[in-house]
DNA sequence: AACAATGCCAACCGCACGTCT
DNA sequence: TAGACGTGCGGTTGGCATTGT
């Protein structure tokens, strides 16, 4: 969609008292007053929120300015859909931070907090009322660790490994050189995330065994609420990660992998983010979860 | 085609905290 | 020290877009 198709009028502005005295004006930004708000800020640097809305001409609160600069005009602001990688991202720091939106977002570049927070309410919070269980609850929190995080590494690894053959199979293009670049920065990403994993599974020294809700035995740290504690070596972290290895689910979801990895493949170039639970998936997680 | 329900996301709000005077 | 002000944060709202009936 046009950035600025939303400009549409603003008669949805609210009427509020400080408002009208004021003169200050809310709702969707113009492209006027993007304008202002740029190229005051390009002159001037940013900051003194209040003061710089003023002195630009804008009947804006600072805070609006400072919203509208942070959230969607500052040049590094990267837009479009979440990544695998960031998705994971996301989830890990999530899951060791809570709703510290403005912290977990200093590690996705480009992204803001207001992105994540939203990323979260409308995909992660949903799945959660589709399995009926909280959010926060321990329940979901194991879905989370056990299921939804290590087929995100697996779907970035089956679409590292496919993006690889196509390199490999195709002569160079211009396209191709694209995929090469973003195969690699995959790769960085993957394997820092799997080396912070590996650090955090096996750096602590006070580990002992517990109950997830799927009534698995897991390796746990004690006194963390951190949900990374999940075996992953490279290649074979499936294997242990799954959460019966006798069901249905593991015979025939997981580690299927020749679908597997066709399927994470086409599902890369695609918005991956709502077709992570297929039927099947949640089926089985209800199952689990009642 | 029309309407309702749902999803998505930009923007707003209230609060907390730090700095300045 | 206290109050004013600026800033940042997380939660919430409102409206457009999309999907379902």
Not at 120 to 141: G, M
Request: contains cysteine; hydrophobic residues 30%.
């Amino acid at each position: 969609m046009d950035h600025y198709s939303q400009y549409v009028d603003n008669n949805n502005q609210k009427s509020d008292e400080e408002t009208n005295n004021l003169d200050l004006k809310r709702g969707s930004w113009t492209i006027e007053e993007d304008f202002t708000l740029m190229n005051h800020i390009a002159l001037h640097g940013e900051g003194r929120w209040n003061s710089l809305a003023r002195s630009a001409g804008l009947k804006r609160t600072g805070k609006s300015c400072r919203l509208r600069w942070l959230n969607y005009l500052r040049p590094d602001v990267r837009r479009g859909n979440i990544t695998l990688e960031e998705q994971l991202l996301i989830l890990q720091l999530h899951s060791r931070w809570g709703n510290r939106w403005s912290k977990i977002a200093q590690h996705l570049p480009g992204r803001t907090d207001n992105e994540i927070k939203n990323y979260w309410r409308t995909r992660v919070q949903k799945h959660a009322k589709q399995l009926k269980c909280d959010v926060n609850s321990k329940q979901f929190k194991d879905t989370l660790h056990y299921l939804w995080i290590p087929r995100l590494v697996e779907r970035i690894k089956a679409s590292t490994n496919s993006n690889n053959n196509q390199v490999n199979n195709i002569q160079q293009t211009n396209y191709d050189n694209i995929i090469i670049n973003n195969n690699n920065n995959n790769n960085n990403i993957v394997q820092n995330i799997m080396n912070n994993f590996k650090q955090e599974n096996y750096s602590s020294t006070t580990t002992t065994s517990s109950e997830n809700s799927f009534g698995s035995t897991q390796i746990s740290d004690i006194s963390d609420n951190c949900y990374t504690n999940y075996p992953l070596n490279q290649g074979d972290y499936h294997g242990e990660i799954l959460i019966n290895p006798t069901s249905d689910y593991f015979q025939h979801g997981i580690i299927d992998d020749n679908n597997h990895q066709q399927n994470m493949s086409q599902l890369f170039f695609d918005d991956v983010s709502d077709k992570f639970w297929n039927q099947e998936d949640m089926l089985f997680l209800q199952q689990q979860l009642n």
